[in-house]
T-cell receptor, first 111, second 115 residues
Framework: TQLLEQSPQFLSIQEGENLTVYCNSSSVFSSLQWYRQEPGEGPVLLVTVVTGGEVKKLKRLTFQFGDARKDSSLHITAAQPGDTGLYLCAGFYNQGGKLIFGQGTELSVKP | DTEVTQTPKHLVMGMTNKKSLKCEQHMGHRAMYWYKQKAKKPPELMFVYSYEKLSINESVPSRFSPECPNSSLLNLHLHALQPEDSALYLC??????????????FGDGTRLSIL
């Protein structure tokens, strides 16, 4: 079974704090995607990382893909209440073409 | 606004009812997906359609019956569901079946409650 381990599963922080979410596997991914889901809505794609060692920035969000393409991280700087939501990492393996999701991180940012 | 439209947004049905969930996209995507999602959990893949043909069935019980009438529409027919089937049902699409690294575009889901 191909698993994506995502941590932490729950995170409650104050506005202005920094945080990092991790996504790890023993398998190599062709790519990793990060999604954010708000209550009552479907997941929305934030970024896709493809190349080992890649770093992408989206305003206060920084995404990294590990050199071996087995892990990824999402770092949020100076979190805002609007960042509250369920963050999901998801990976494509070379076979099957299925998107495999991590367990998700429920983030709550309090004003 | 999402580019994948799902109807209805909410559905309450008894265990003996028959109902259908609908999904529509006009982005020219040729891969479409059904996922089931429980609260605070990740989506679980149910079915994948590639070029209007069923390509993946993740051992889903037969009380769920998918249908893809054309490249823009995807249905999920429901019959004799159980209370544990209560969940958010998400539809998604992507450009090319089997092409790696492509994003999936999700609808906002149908919140299904089984009485």
């Amino acid at each position: 079974t191909q698993l994506l381990e995502q941590s932490p599963q729950f995170l409650s922080i104050q506005e202005g704090e920094n945080l990092t979410v991790y996504c790890n596997s023993s398998s190599v991914f062709s790519s990793l995607q990060w999604y954010r889901q708000e209550p009552g809505e479907g997941p929305v794609l934030l970024v896709t990382v493809v190349t080992g060692g890649e770093v992408k920035k989206l305003k206060r969000l920084t995404f990294q893909f590990g050199d071996a393409r087995k892990d990824s991280s999402l770092h949020i700087t100076a979190a805002q209440p609007g960042d509250t939501g369920l963050y999901l990492c998801a990976g494509f393996y070379n076979q099957g073409g299925k998107l495999i999701f991590g367990q998700g991180t429920e983030l709550s940012v309090k004003p | 606004d999402t580019e994948v439209t799902q109807t209805p947004k909410h559905l309450v049905m008894g265990m003996t009812n028959k109902k259908s969930l609908k999904c529509e996209q006009h982005m020219g995507h040729r891969a479409m997906y059904w996922y089931k999602q429980k609260a605070k959990k990740p989506p679980e893949l149910m079915f994948v359609y590639s070029y209007e043909k069923l390509s993946i069935n993740e051992s889903v019980p037969s009380r769920f019956s998918p249908e893809c009438p054309n490249s823009s529409l995807l249905n999920l027919h429901l019959h004799a569901l159980q209370p544990e089937d209560s969940a958010l049902y998400l539809c998604a699409s992507s450009l090319s079946p089997g092409a790696l690294n492509q994003p999936q575009h999700f609808g906002d889901g149908t919140r299904l409650s089984i009485l």
